[in-house]
């Protein structure tokens, strides 16, 4: 600025001095210095303008950290689509290799839907080629529909035998709830109306439809109260090739009122899938608590009547009884509470239930250490699946006097063991074990596997040949 003001003075000088030609030349260069000063006026001096100052760059914005994909591929040449939401078998769609073995790690619970499932089929047992979920294995073309799957899901597939193989994918998510209207402004106060009688409840919507069963495809048939299922055309026979699809919506105990289909050890031909089993024969699904889907399947030859299944008449309320005119008789005092189990013995594990000692048997498969399992409780229901060794060496003791029970529930064999299987049982006891076209009802040892019974006992067992041991 003292610059500026040194260059105007002399300007001043160099006007006095110049003729009149000259002057306008000098007068708009002394304009220009002028607005120049009024520019820097602020400026102070030894001091520099923010136009002067270095610009700092914007700040970098910060972006959203990536979702975590449903499934993860830990091990394995199995594969997921490009969003992320479907897992897929090697290869898939055309068919998987052998001797593979995959390990997809789920990051929380997540229900399955079952895109396409084909599997070399095993069914019950499932012991060459098998997808594991939630400790239960699938093969065949039955995968895990509407399972809530956790922790890992386990692919395995043996030397031969390949399928075109399965797709899992998430359910597609729920689209964006809309914000709630903002309330309505209060009302002016009323004179408050004459009382009448309430107006009846509405009616609430129905959740489910009103029939137990309800066919998703094929013709199958339902009766008009909706509590009974029926093969087509029955009571005539059914026919060949079919195929139906019935979907259960809550869990349900099953009535067989009618049963007879083409009969085949191991149901290959025409049957009914229920959880996962086969049926066929004589021998329905009686008494087994379904749920998620039934299936019915015939082959191109051989038909029968076919059946019908029914969910149990609910008992009619008791009537009001009149109160007793003698005094009622004192109640026995209760029983004390049941002592707590003590500890396992050293080198046994204890098992509380049948889906504990089924997930340890599938952990000695992996690591095929021997495995020594003792059984507090008095009796252990095997819900139509019978206990399956595949090469395992498995010892299970029967704690208390009585040991521990066994119960087949006449739905299944007891025990079966295969391979080079080693079974040593103690204190344990066998029951209601039945296979109507099979061997074995209560314990059938094949090839060169060896079992050991020790203060056991095999009883109402049944089965073609060796109804007890085979």
Same mark, same amino acid.
């Given at each position: 600025? @003292?610059?500026?003001? *040194?260059?105007?003075?002399?300007?001043?000088?160099?006007? #006095?001095?110049? /003729?009149?030609?000259?002057?306008?030349?000098?007068?708009? +260069?002394?304009?220009?210095?002028?607005?120049?000063?009024?520019?820097?006026?602020? #400026?102070?001096?030894?001091?520099? =303008?923010?136009?002067?100052?270095?610009?700092?760059?914007? @700040?970098?914005?910060?972006?959203?950290?990536?979702? %975590?994909?449903?499934?993860?591929?830990?091990?394995?040449? $199995?594969?997921?689509?490009?969003?992320?939401? $479907?897992?897929?078998?090697?290869?898939?769609?055309?068919?998987?290799?052998?001797?593979?073995? #995959?390990?997809?790690?789920?990051?929380?619970?997540?229900?399955?839907?079952?895109?396409?499932?084909?599997?070399?089929?095993?069914?019950?047992?499932?012991?060459?080629?098998?997808?594991?979920?939630?400790?239960?294995?699938?093969?065949?073309?039955?995968?895990?529909?509407?399972?809530?799957?956790?922790?890992?899901?386990?692919?395995?597939?043996?030397? @031969?035998?390949?399928?075109?193989?399965?797709?899992?994918?998430?359910?597609?998510?729920?689209?964006?709830?809309?914000?709630?209207?903002?309330?309505?402004?209060?009302?002016?106060?009323?004179?408050?109306?004459?009382?009448?009688?309430?107006?009846?409840?509405?009616?609430?919507?129905?959740?489910?439809?009103?029939?137990?069963?309800?066919?998703?495809?094929?013709? #199958?048939?339902?009766?008009? &109260?909706? &509590? =009974?299922?029926? !093969?087509?055309?029955?009571?005539?026979?059914?026919?060949?090739?079919?195929? $139906?699809?019935?979907?259960?919506?809550?869990?349900?105990?099953?009535?067989?009122?009618?049963?007879?289909?083409?009969? &085949?050890?191991?149901?290959?031909?025409?049957?009914?899938?229920?959880?996962?089993?086969?049926? =066929? /024969?004589?021998?329905?699904?009686?008494?087994?608590?379904?749920?998620?889907?039934? %299936?019915?399947?015939?082959?191109?030859?051989?038909?029968?009547?076919?059946?019908? %299944?029914?969910?149990?008449?609910?008992?009619?309320?008791?009537?009001?009884? @009149?109160?007793?005119?003698?005094?009622?008789?004192?109640?026995?005092?209760?029983?004390?509470?049941?002592?707590?189990?003590?500890?396992?013995?050293?080198?046994?594990?204890?098992? !509380?239930?049948?889906?504990?000692?089924?997930?340890?048997?599938?952990?000695?498969?992996?690591?095929?250490?021997?495995?020594?399992?003792?059984?507090? *409780?008095?009796?252990?229901?095997?819900?139509?699946?019978?206990?399956?060794?595949?090469?395992?060496?498995?010892?299970?003791?029967? !704690? +208390?006097?009585?040991?521990?029970?066994? &119960?087949?529930?006449?739905?299944?064999?007891?025990?079966?063991?295969?391979?080079?299987?080693?079974?040593?049982?103690?204190?344990?006891?066998?029951?209601?074990?039945?296979?109507?076209? +099979?061997?074995?009802?209560?314990?059938?040892?094949?090839? !060169?596997?060896?079992?050991?019974?020790?203060? =056991?006992? %095999?009883?109402?067992?049944?089965?073609?040949? +060796?109804? /007890?041991?085979?």
């Amino acid at each position: 600025c @003292s610059a500026l003001r *040194r260059q105007r003075r002399q300007a001043f000088l160099l006007l #006095c001095s110049v /003729g009149k030609g000259q002057m306008r030349h000098l007068l708009a +260069g002394l304009v220009m210095l002028s607005a120049v000063a009024a520019e820097d006026a602020d #400026c102070d001096p030894g001091v520099p =303008c923010e136009a002067d100052l270095p610009q700092l760059p914007p @700040s970098p914005q910060l972006s959203p950290a990536p979702p %975590i994909p449903p499934f993860s591929v830990q091990l394995g040449p $199995c594969t997921t689509t490009a969003d992320g939401n $479907c897992i897929r078998s090697p290869n898939f769609p055309e068919p998987h290799g052998s001797d593979e073995e #995959c390990r997809i790690q789920l990051h929380k619970p997540t229900v399955l839907i079952v895109a396409q499932f084909l599997v070399e089929d095993d069914l019950p047992y499932c012991a060459y080629d098998f997808l594991q979920v939630n400790g239960k294995r699938y093969c065949g073309d039955v995968g895990p529909v509407g399972i809530t799957a956790q922790g890992q899901i386990v692919w395995r597939s043996d030397a @031969s035998g390949e399928s075109n193989g399965w797709e899992l994918c998430i359910p597609p998510p729920s689209p964006p709830v809309s914000p709630p209207l903002p309330p309505l402004p209060p009302e002016p106060p009323q004179l408050p109306p004459l009382p009448s009688p309430p107006p009846p409840p509405p009616l609430l919507p129905l959740l489910f439809p009103s029939s137990t069963f309800v066919v998703q495809s094929g013709n #199958c048939t339902v009766s008009a &109260d909706g &509590d =009974c299922i029926q !093969s087509p055309n029955f009571p005539e026979s059914y026919g060949a090739d079919e195929d $139906c699809l019935i979907d259960l919506y809550n869990p349900t105990r099953l009535s067989v009122v009618f049963f007879q289909v083409e009969a &085949d050890v191991y149901c290959d031909y025409d049957y009914l899938l229920v959880n996962g089993r086969r049926y =066929c /024969g004589d021998v329905g699904p009686a008494g087994v608590v379904a749920q998620g889907q039934l %299936i019915w399947r015939s082959d191109y030859i051989f038909v029968s009547i076919g059946w019908q %299944i029914c969910v149990p008449t609910p008992l009619p309320p008791a009537s009001p009884q @009149s109160p007793p005119s003698s005094p009622q008789p004192l109640q026995p005092p209760l029983e004390p509470p049941t002592p707590p189990m003590p500890p396992a013995a050293p080198g046994l594990k204890y098992m !509380s239930s049948v889906a504990d000692i089924y997930n340890e048997l599938e952990s000695q498969r992996l690591h095929s250490l021997p495995l020594s399992l003792q059984l507090p *409780r008095a009796n252990y229901l095997l819900d139509g699946q019978e206990l399956f060794l595949q090469n395992n060496n498995l010892t299970l003791v029967g !704690s +208390g006097p009585n040991g521990a029970t066994l &119960d087949a529930q006449n739905l299944s064999r007891v025990i079966r063991v295969a391979g080079s299987g080693q079974l040593h049982l103690k204190n344990i006891h066998l029951l209601n074990g039945l296979v109507p076209l +099979g061997n074995g009802g209560g314990l059938k040892v094949e090839g !060169s596997s060896i079992a050991v019974l020790e203060n =056991c006992t %095999i009883s109402s067992c049944a089965a073609t040949e +060796g109804g /007890g041991v085979f």
